[in-house]
């Protein structure tokens, strides 16, 4: 017989079913391929990666050994990339379908139709640059609406990046990740401004049309990149973004690459710039093809050092710059204008903060609160538990001592309880309960503690009774007001607050909670003896006053048994 060999996720034990994000162990037969993970299904699109490479680095050589014109080879070149990019946008729209069909709601799917409209805007300009080289002698650069399509993908892009950081982490803020992004793409902007940018346009010798698309390419790249990496500080990172994030920086680098170029006269078509462009190209549909999971991303600890400052890093260096730029010419409106939208971007981007930490602090008090509220409260009646008697009762013990006042504290405990959880139902002897408790609120201050220690058992804190030499009339006095309210027999009606379950057995009920009574003990603190410093313990006060409640208990069930022993 063919034993096959269970794997650790298949064997019996305790490490209980796999997730639902991870494959369940090997395929249960032949013929049933292996699940891999997300960046292995990538494998296969290192081919292409390679294969467009290469095409692309040998249109350059064979263009010069074979005498085609220039134009004709970068023709070619245009062709490809807009062959490839008509991919792309297949692969996106076939991605938001997906996800739109398999539930992953708006929020997941929206940001891959936005990727969707900026690869289809990228893949008109492409598809025109191509043929305006190949029909007409026009020069595409300088093509109105081959740079409108171009810009319309630069600025959807950043937009969708943006959504997707929004869908993959939902806590982390949309607005304060696009002013990280604006923050840092915009440093960027100055710096390539002082840099390139500037010169290039004020030569004339590329057309301005090229210079807002690249930087209109650089802001969008930086936008993109800092709106990854905020969520990589937030959570830990989805491998669409990393892959979308790598193909935008590697479009900025070759579209400045090619400004460059074509500014110096050394740019020719194919080679490794448009290597760079096919390899962009390739990462936005491994991103497109790449599984991220169906639930959000797992938080990780919030990352302090470089990754803390990166939307400033640019800001700074472009500041710096601008000044040192200052002490050799005039500033020009470009110059002024960009650094006076940075410093606005940068006071926005602090005051959002200091918004967001007020909520995240209110919210934090409110928790705090409501957990406060759970662990010292009595859930079923509303009353302080054992934990916040305690700790109330030392703490107006020591105020005590030292003001030379008295605290009474009172033990009380429900006679015949059981009884009626037995007749009745728990449901009666909850009611009973909360119908007790009331009526101790009811006798006693405002400002004294009201407790719940468990069971049928209750206790009374009186912090401030009086002097010490009245502590035992004020104890006194205290344990009457208790009977007296006691004393009265509970109801199925008169007692049973609103939403409870009515008793079973009306008759039964009365019998019954006719029967129940109260057992009380009271004890003021001088009637303690206190410690060598003078000072009460709790646990003291506490055990005297139990056992002052279970003496009167016995005394209740005596005269009970003696009134019993006459009516036979």
Not at 303 to 322: F, I, N, Q, S, T
Not at 410 to 425: I, P, Q, R, S, T
Not at 445 to 453: F, H, I, M, P, T
Request: net charge positive; charged share 20%; with cysteine.
């Amino acid at each position: 017989m063919h034993h096959r060999r269970l794997t650790d996720r298949q064997r019996p034990g305790p490490q209980g079913p796999p997730s639902p994000t991870e494959p369940s162990g090997a395929p249960d037969g032949p013929g049933v391929p292996e699940q891999r993970g997300p960046w292995r299904r990538l494998l296969p699109l290192t081919w292409l990666a390679g294969a467009a490479a290469l095409l692309m680095a040998a249109v350059g050589p064979l263009r010069a050994r074979l005498g085609v014109p220039p134009v004709v080879g970068q023709a070619v070149v245009d062709l490809l990339l807009a062959a490839l990019s008509v991919a792309v946008l297949v692969l996106f729209v076939r991605r938001s379908l997906r996800t739109a069909r398999s539930g992953g709601g708006r929020r997941r799917t929206v940001p891959w139709v936005v990727f969707s409209a900026a690869m289809a805007f990228y893949a008109a300009a492409q598809g025109r640059f191509a043929a305006l080289e190949l029909l007409t002698a026009a020069d595409p650069r300088r093509d109105p609406g081959t740079i409108a399509c171009y810009l319309a993908a630069s600025v959807l892009a950043p937009v969708a990046v943006v959504l997707a950081v929004r869908a993959v982490h939902p806590s982390t803020s949309r607005l304060r990740t696009l002013l990280d992004g604006l923050l840092a793409g915009g440093g960027l902007f100055v710096l390539s401004w002082l840099g390139v940018l500037g010169a290039a346009l004020a030569s004339g010798d590329v057309p301005l049309a090229v210079v807002v698309f690249t930087a209109g390419t650089v802001v969008g790249a930086v936008v993109i990149v800092t709106a990854s990496m905020a969520l990589a500080v937030r959570c830990r990172q989805t491998p669409s973004v990393v892959l979308l994030a790598a193909g935008s920086v590697l479009m900025a680098v070759c579209q400045v690459t090619f400004l460059l170029l074509v500014r110096s006269g050394s740019f020719t078509p194919g080679g490794w710039i448009s290597v760079g462009y096919v390899l962009a190209l390739v990462a936005f549909v491994a991103a497109a093809v790449v599984e991220d999971g169906d639930g959000p991303a797992r938080a990780r600890p919030r990352l302090r050092g470089p990754l803390a400052v990166l939307p400033y890093l640019p800001l700074l260096v472009a500041v710096a710059a601008v000044l040192v730029e200052s002490t050799r010419r005039q500033l020009g409106l470009v110059e002024l204008a960009s650094t006076l939208v940075l410093t606005t971007v940068l006071v926005l981007r602090q005051a959002l903060v200091v918004l967001e930490n007020g909520r995240l602090n209110r919210e934090l008090r409110d928790r705090s609160a409501a957990l406060a509220h759970l662990a010292y409260t009595d859930q079923l009646t509303g009353l302080a538990n054992r934990t916040a008697f305690t700790g109330a009762l030392q703490e107006a013990l020591d105020s005590a001592v030292d003001r030379g006042r008295s605290v009474v504290v009172a033990f009380c405990d429900l006679d015949g309880f059981k009884a009626v959880n037995d007749a009745c139902g728990h449901a009666a002897g909850d009611a009973l309960l909360v119908a007790a408790s009331r009526r101790l609120r009811e006798a006693v201050r405002s400002g004294d503690v009201v407790a719940r220690l468990g069971g049928d058992e209750f206790a009374v804190l009186v912090e401030d009774a009086g002097p010490a030499a009245d502590g035992t009339r004020a104890a006194s006095e205290l344990r009457d007001r208790l009977r007296c309210a006691m004393s009265v027999p509970f109801t199925a009606d008169t007692d049973r607050p609103r939403g409870t379950d009515r008793l079973r057995g009306a008759g039964d009920a009365a019998s019954v909670l006719d029967q129940v009574s109260a057992s009380v003990g009271t004890v003021a603190s001088s009637d303690v003896a206190a410690s060598p410093s003078g000072r009460v313990d709790a646990h003291d006060l506490l055990r005297e006053a139990d056992h002052r409640m279970y003496a009167a208990k016995r005394r209740h069930h005596a005269a009970r048994s003696r009134r019993a022993e006459r009516t036979r």
